[in-house]
Each structure stands twice: as structure tokens, then as C-alpha cells.
Nanobody
Framework: QVQLVESGGGLVQPGGSLRLSCAAS????????MGWYRQAPGKQRELVAS???????NYADSVKGRSTISRDNAKSTVHLQMNSLKPEDTAVYYC?????????WGRGTQVTVSS
């Protein structure tokens, strides 16, 4: 079992920045993929960014150039720095952990971009 605890969501003005963090605990394997997904009202959940335990990253086109995902393997933590936020970034952001065929989700954290 893996537990994921997200933090860092909130209300931010357009053009602002947020840093989301996800701490994983439980049975953490050395090889994994962790990432952030988001789901806006009435829309499907979509990948925002992911990172492997080896450091390879993947970004959605909509956030590429505005976001950076990083990880601390020693602390089993992943961060998502989001800059130049837009109203369309408003969504619930979910942390995701995948390893050896298992997938776990966090409960989500709300990000609202509004003036």
C-alpha cells in the first residue's frame, strides 16, 4: 500500500505561481513513476506532468514551459512548480504513484486561478 498526501493548492491570481507537493509513504519501490493529474469540472482527468525515479520528465503541452516537476527520492516526495498560471489551470490536482503494475491516487488539492 502507498499513501499520498498532497499540499500546496489554493487561490492564486492569473500570472501567479503555486508549488504543489506530494509525499508518498508506505511500500515505496525504487523504480516508480509519480505525477500530477488534474480534473476540471465537467472534464476528464488529464496528465499535467510526471517524473520517473530516474528523473525523466513528461509534461502536458498546456503546461510545458510554465511548470517544473521535481522529486526527492530520499523523501519520496514530488513537487510541481507552476508559474504564469491561467484561469484554465483551475482544477483539482491529484498526485499519482505507479510501480510494478500498481497505481495509487491522492485525495486531490484544489487550485483556483482567479482575480
Amino acid at each position: 500500500q502507498v499513501q499520498l498526501v498532497e499540499s500546496g493548492g489554493g487561490l492564486v491570481q492569473p500570472g501567479g505561481s503555486l508549488r504543489l507537493s506530494c509525499a508518498a509513504s508506505g511500500t515505496i519501490f525504487s523504480a516508480y513513476v509519480m505525477g500530477w493529474y488534474r480534473q476540471a469540472p465537467g472534464k476528464q482527468r488529464e496528465l499535467v506532468a510526471s517524473i520517473t525515479s530516474g528523473g525523466s520528465t513528461n509534461y502536458a503541452d498546456s503546461v510545458k514551459g510554465r511548470s517544473t516537476i521535481s522529486r526527492d527520492n530520499a523523501k519520496s516526495t514530488v513537487h510541481l512548480q507552476m508559474n504564469s498560471l491561467k484561469p484554465e489551470d483551475t482544477a483539482v490536482y491529484y498526485c499519482n504513484y505507479r510501480s510494478l503494475g500498481y497505481t495509487y491516487w491522492g485525495r486531490g488539492t484544489q487550485v483556483t486561478v482567479s482575480s
